[in-house]
């Protein structure tokens, strides 16, 4: 099952109308969004995953950040969150779980959100993560269909979290690799959203599942635009080049480049283990920020004062061809 099964099976659902839906299953974004007055909108989103790292208190961390993402991909402010835990309660030490919620919970506070309940079932696989509620302003919900020709994207944070998970469960990854990438899966978007939506942005997404590539073909078609990405601006985790080179790919990695190929343009000169790390599913990437190239620098400028020092600009926006990403 790759990434155009499970959007079949969504798009076969009935469409459920309502004046009030903003972002629902007909507009496909990071998240669904409802508004409540003219003031006032919830974002609702959902997300759990089986651990990438072996530590269980980073693992709550990261699991937490990535949740909260398409909150803040979309402009808004996480809410309430609940927890939502598969245990192997038979198997595994009651004493893991404690570490992973505390990891969690420490992250939904950094966030400034509310823990408010959750639900846990007995599995023989362990997994976790959270149904959050986040507020927002309806004229400043940011979606991924509002990029506009001649934007410049930015990226905040680097490639290849997919390629050094794999990396890590074969027992191939350092120990300073692995830390530097947990921090920062565990890093909260908070701080870039808050910084574009102070600049000014036309359109943003999260980079997750769906790679790079994936994402940004989806905002290239719900924006009816063109996409240009120089892949050597694109900023990556160095060891993951060398791990992809060697073969470490995930299975997500080969599902993204099956269904998102055909609207993906290559140069000649992008090595192939490039093109992988592009299609490498990420878990708490950063953003993917377009707006207009007037106000780019002063967001760099702000994203690197904050402390988000990975992020690059890595393309622009053209008017063609609609719903293509071209890679040079």
Request: charged residues 20%; aromatic residues 6%.
């Amino acid at each position: 099952m790759g990434p155009g099964d499970l959007n079949k099976a969504i798009c076969d659902l009935p469409q459920m109308a309502d004046p009030n839906l903003i972002r629902g299953l007909a507009s496909p974004d990071d998240a669904g969004v409802y508004k409540i007055s003219e003031e006032l909108a919830i974002i609702q989103t959902v997300d759990f995953f089986t651990p990438i790292v072996d530590d269980p208190y980073t693992f709550g961390q990261i699991a937490v950040a990535n949740a909260l993402s398409d909150v803040y991909a979309m402009g808004g402010q996480p809410l309430t969150a609940m927890n939502m835990v598969c245990f192997p309660v038979k198997s595994m030490d009651i004493a893991i779980l404690k570490d992973i919620l505390r990891g969690g919970v420490d992250k939904i506070l950094e966030a400034g959100a509310l823990l408010v309940g959750g639900h846990s079932i007995e599995d023989d696989e362990l997994k976790y993560g959270l149904s959050v509620t986040g507020t927002v302003h309806p004229k400043r919900l940011v979606t991924n269909s509002g990029a506009r020709a001649g934007d410049k994207l930015i990226l905040t944070k680097p490639l290849g979290t997919g390629i050094i998970s794999t990396a890590v469960k074969g027992k191939l990854a350092g120990e300073e690799t692995v830390a530097k990438v947990a921090s920062t899966m565990a890093t909260l978007n908070k701080k870039a959203s808050e910084l574009m939506q102070e600049t000014g942005v036309h359109a943003a997404t999260d980079i997750t599942g769906f790679g790079l590539l994936g994402h940004t073909v989806q905002m290239a078609e719900n924006s009816q635009v063109g996409i240009n990405i120089s892949s050597a601006s694109v900023p990556i985790f160095s060891e993951a080049a060398g791990f992809t080179q060697s073969g470490l790919c995930p299975a997500g990695l080969y599902r993204n480049r099956d269904f998102y190929a055909t609207s993906v343009l290559f140069d000649d000169k992008v090595p192939v283990y490039i093109q992988d790390i592009l299609f490498d599913p990420q878990t708490s990437g950063g953003l993917l920020i377009s707006l207009v190239p007037g106000k780019t620098k002063r967001l760099m400028e702000k994203l690197k004062q904050a402390g988000v020092k990975e992020a690059a600009i890595i393309g622009e926006v053209s008017s063609a061809p609609r719903g293509m990403v071209r890679v040079r």
